[in-house]
Every structure is written in C-alpha cells, then in structure tokens.
C-alpha cells in the first residue's frame, strides 16, 4: 500500500438479503483531521481541504464481509457502491465491512479501510432525517448564512436545535433492547466532502449513530453552492432506504425551509403504509399556510403529523402517539 490512493466507506445499512455500503475513492490520501479552532482562518482552511479532493476514476473496489468477496468498479468521480445479499443470516447490529482497492493491471492492494454496516432488529421503527435547519441550524434557504456557519463555526461549534438530541435520543431508545437501537439515517442536499464534519458534529452533540446518505461530491471551485442540489436526488435517496427495510415503520423529520413537506407528501402517496409519523420543523412562518395543506394531505393517508417550532413540542407529540414512552 502506499500514498497514491486512499479509500474512504461510509456507514452502511440493510439486511441479510439486501446490504448496501457508499464510499469514495481518491487519487491521494485526503487529510482530514481537523484542530477545533475558534479562528475563522483555521476553520475556512480546513473546510476548503475538504472540497480540494481528487477522485480516483473507475477504481477497482473489492468488498470483504465476513470472507464473502464483492468486486465492484468506482464511478468516474470515484463514488462506489457495494449492493449485496449476505451469504449467512446477519443479526441485528453493527458490523464490520472492509474495502480495498487495487491497482490497475495487477490485484495488489494500494489502499484499504474499514467501515460499518447497521443491521436494525425488524420489528423497530425507523427514522429518517433531514440534517440543515431540521438538526443543526444552518439558514439553508440563504447561500450567504449558510457559508457564514459552514466557514466561521467547527463541528464542535455548530448549535443544534434545543432538545433535539433529547427527542433523537428517546427515540433510538423506544419499543427496543437497549444494545439494539432503532436505526436513523440522515439524509442532506449536503455533499459527501462534508461527511466527517457532519459525523463530529453529531458526536459531539450526542445525536444517535447512524447512515448518511449525501449528496455527489464537489470540487472546490463549488464550494460557494454546496448545498445547493436538486432536491429529486434527496427523493430518490429516501425511495431507496424504504425499499431495503419493506417491513419497517418509518419517521420522517424535517423542515419548511425548502421542500422537505413537499418531498414527505410524495413519498406518503408512494407508500402510506411504511410511514407511522411526519414531523415538520416550521422555520418559515410564511410557508407555514402550505406545509399545513400538505401536512393534512398526509394524514389523509392515516399517518401522523407534527408541526412545530421547538423539538419540546416534538417530543410531546411523539409521547402522545405512543413513539415513547
């Protein structure tokens, strides 16, 4: 192995008969870590190595889980993605995954890395996540603020909303064994450059663990739009989680800050019987006459909706419909 190329693998997710992990592969090992600096200049500097990546095109990509073997073949920007069904009967939990990658003409390995799959018991709930304005305050609908808090604030900075880690937390707890923790993912119009700060900053604030699942990669050149994607990518991305889990009940969280009602509303028509509860957090009070019509189309389909302001009011619903306890 050596410098050439490194291999990043993202939190993955699924069952026996449908495991599914994401992970990158670049040119030259990415540096990431990061000092928790209060400096403007420390913290744009890191941020800008984040988005100065140089995919690893068309990488071959071999899979190990628990000896079964899956080959594969990177995307042009060296995105990959290993779909397969397990040889034996997984149990519910987190499992361990390495990724290799080798070289070109011959199968010698030129980087490596581990990474982790979640396996959730089936008879829990699971919850899915908007991140930007529904977690962590971002002023997403606004380019400016939201490079404002990307550039001046760390991970260990970055304010989340009050009790939401509360909320989070009672109910990765809820209806389960305390060592099988209902699975959330958390799903952003935010780019893979900004995995590792999202995962710290989640940590840090003691959110629950869990899959992201982001959005393409970017080069530095556009970093000023990062964010900033079609939002049809998300609804394919959140499609996709519920056709792995068919049995699961689904959470959804997010907020009125861009088209998380809308997106919600769809996938309730889609499939009215996977989803128990939507929350929606109402950050724009001038769209709160549109995200209550869409609220009530929802609930049209026998799902329950929460519209609120503070995650206190969450929670209480959340108590309320029997989600906790």
């Not at 909303?161 to 959330?184: M, R």
């Amino acid at each position: 192995m050596n410098n050439a190329a490194s291999v990043k693998v993202y939190h993955g997710y699924g069952h026996t008969h449908n495991l599914v992990v994401y992970g990158h592969v670049f040119k030259f090992k990415s540096k990431t870590t990061q000092n928790f600096s209060d400096n403007f200049f420390v913290n744009i500097v890191h941020l800008f190595k984040l988005f100065v990546v140089k995919p690893y095109a068309f990488a071959r990509v071999r899979l190990n889980f628990y000896g079964q073997i899956v080959s594969q073949k990177a995307e042009y920007d060296g995105f990959f993605k290993f779909e397969w069904k397990a040889e034996k009967d997984i149990p519910a939990g987190w499992h361990n995954v390495k990724v290799e990658v080798l070289n070109d003409d011959k199968d010698n390995v030129i980087a490596e890395a581990e990474g982790k799959i979640f396996v959730p018991h089936i008879t829990q709930y699971a919850f899915i996540s908007d991140i930007d304005d529904t977690i962590m305050i971002s002023h997403s609908a606004t380019i400016a603020r939201r490079l404002r808090e990307l550039f001046i604030k760390n991970p260990h900075t970055r304010k989340t909303f009050p009790s939401v880690q509360k909320h989070y937390q009672l109910l990765a707890k809820a209806h389960t064994e305390i060592d099988q923790p209902n699975p959330f993912f958390y799903v952003s119009s935010s780019e893979w450059n900004l995995y590792d700060y999202l995962v710290e900053t989640f940590r840090f604030n003691q959110l629950p663990e869990g899959a992201f699942l982001l959005n393409q990669l970017k080069r530095w050149k556009s970093l000023i739009k990062t964010g900033k994607t079609e939002h049809g990518g998300k609804l394919l991305r959140v499609m996709r989680i519920i056709d792995a889990f068919p049995n699961q009940q689904f959470v959804f969280f997010g907020d009125n800050s861009q088209q998380d009602p809308a997106i919600y509303h769809a996938i309730a028509e889609k499939y009215p019987l996977n989803i128990a509860a939507v929350y929606i957090r109402n950050i724009r009070p001038e769209r709160q006459s549109i995200t209550e019509e869409l609220l009530a189309k929802i609930e049209q389909q026998q799902i329950k909706t929460c519209l609120f302001v503070h995650s206190d009011e969450a929670v209480a619903h959340s108590i309320k419909i029997g989600l906790i306890k």
